[in-house]
Antibody
Framework: QVQLVQSGAEVKKPGSSVKVSCKAS????????ISWVRQAPGQGLEWMGR????????NYAQKFQGRVTITADKSTSTAYMEVSSLRSEDTAVYYC???????????WGQGTLVTVSS | DIQMTQSPSSLSASVGDRVTISCRAS??????LNWYQHKPGKAPKLLIY???SLQSGVPSRFSGSGSGTDFTLTISSLQPEDFATYYC??????????FGQGTRLEIK
């Protein structure tokens, strides 16, 4: 059974950065694709990007290109998502999810609340 | 990017009702359409993938249909635990995948 466990809630100042982790267990991490999705307060789900650990390839939604970096450490079966130059609009719950056939997200982390406030 | 539009945005229904939620894509996406259920404080849950395939462990009262640009999620007999927000997601264009704006299903 695949399980994704994310790091805890963060409070950050505008202009700073945050790095959220997503540790996987079950299955073979290097063969996964890990997606990152966020939900701002009162808003819907928003796809941010993905990484294919075995290929070390990440791609990003255009909105986040240049400000979001997704990485993975195969040795610890952990994916990371870093957002830089934080602003209040980045306050959201951030989810990691495994992406499998049909690019469906079949397993999700529990979510990490990132609050950006001065 | 492919735009996904759900209707209605919100819906009130009673336990036992049959409910239908629609999702329209801005261009043909074949059957690359997934449905998720999302409850407050919980992670989204995959219900349906490839337009009509039921994810393992999901009750059979959930079903999906459609292809091309028009899709439907049907709950045949609402249960108390089904009150949540539902999202469609297109995965035809994997870069980026895009979600509908959500349909909030509330108790009447």
């Amino acid at each position: 059974q695949v399980q994704l466990v994310q790091s805890g809630a963060e409070v950050k100042k505008p202009g700073s950065s945050v790095k959220v982790s997503c540790k996987a267990s079950g299955g073979t991490f290097s063969t996964y694709t890990i997606s990152w999705v966020r939900q701002a307060p009162g808003q819907g789900l928003e796809w941010m990007g993905r990484i294919i650990p075995i290929l070390r390839i990440a791609n990003y939604a255009q909105k986040f290109q240049g400000r979001v970096t997704i990485t993975a450490d195969k040795s610890t079966s952990t994916a990371y998502m870093e957002v830089s130059s934080l602003r209040s609009e980045d306050t959201a719950v951030y989810y990691c999810a495994r992406e499998s056939g049909y690019h469906k997200n079949d397993y999700w982390g529990q979510g990490t609340l990132v609050t950006v406030s001065s | 990017d492919i735009q996904m539009t759900q209707s209605p945005s919100s819906l009130s229904a009673s336990v036992g009702d049959r409910v239908t939620i629609s999702c329209r894509a801005s261009q043909s996406i074949s059957s690359y359409l997934n449905w998720y259920q999302h409850k407050p404080g919980k992670a989204p849950k995959l219900l349906i993938y490839a337009a009509s395939s039921l994810q393992s462990g999901v009750p059979s009262r959930f079903s999906g249909s459609g292809s091309g640009t028009d899709f439907t999620l049907t709950i045949s007999s609402l249960q108390p635990e089904d009150f949540a927000t539902y999202y469609c997601q297109q995965s035809y264009s994997s870069f980026p995948v895009t979600f509908g704006q959500g349909t909030r299903l509330e108790i009447k």
